[in-house]
Nanobody, 115 residues
């Protein structure tokens, strides 16, 4: 079955960096685009960055120039590199893949940006 496992979250000071890998299994990784979403307390889950099966990327405006999404087909991993983090980036981050009409999510990982 499809499994997505995020790692790499934690507490970081404003201006710092974090790297979030998501290990994927249970589907043919190279055929599908993937995404990162986040959900802050009391808010809806929003998309952050996506990468297509052809490695075309897109970012929400608030993270452009600071976050980079990439994928490694050799080890079935999609990674979100987050630089110059701000307190408003604090949220639970989720890895996502859409296959046919089904959406699959990882368990989520906490990112907290605070001094």
């Amino acid at each position: 079955q499809v499994q997505l496992v995020e790692s790499g979250g934690g507490l970081v000071q404003p201006g710092g960096s974090l790297r979030l890998p998501c290990a994927a299994s249970g589907f043919i990784f190279r055929r599908y685009g993937m995404g990162w979403y986040r959900q802050a307390p009391g808010e809806e889950r929003d998309w952050v960055a996506v990468i297509s099966s052809r490695d075309v990327t897109a970012y929400r405006d608030s993270v452009k120039g600071r976050f980079t999404i990439s994928r490694n087909i050799a080890n079935n991993t999609v990674t979100l590199q987050m630089n110059n983090l701000k307190p408003e980036d604090t949220a639970v981050y989720y890895c996502n893949v859409a296959i046919a009409t089904d959406m699959y999510w990882g368990q989520g990982i906490q990112v907290t940006v605070s001094s």
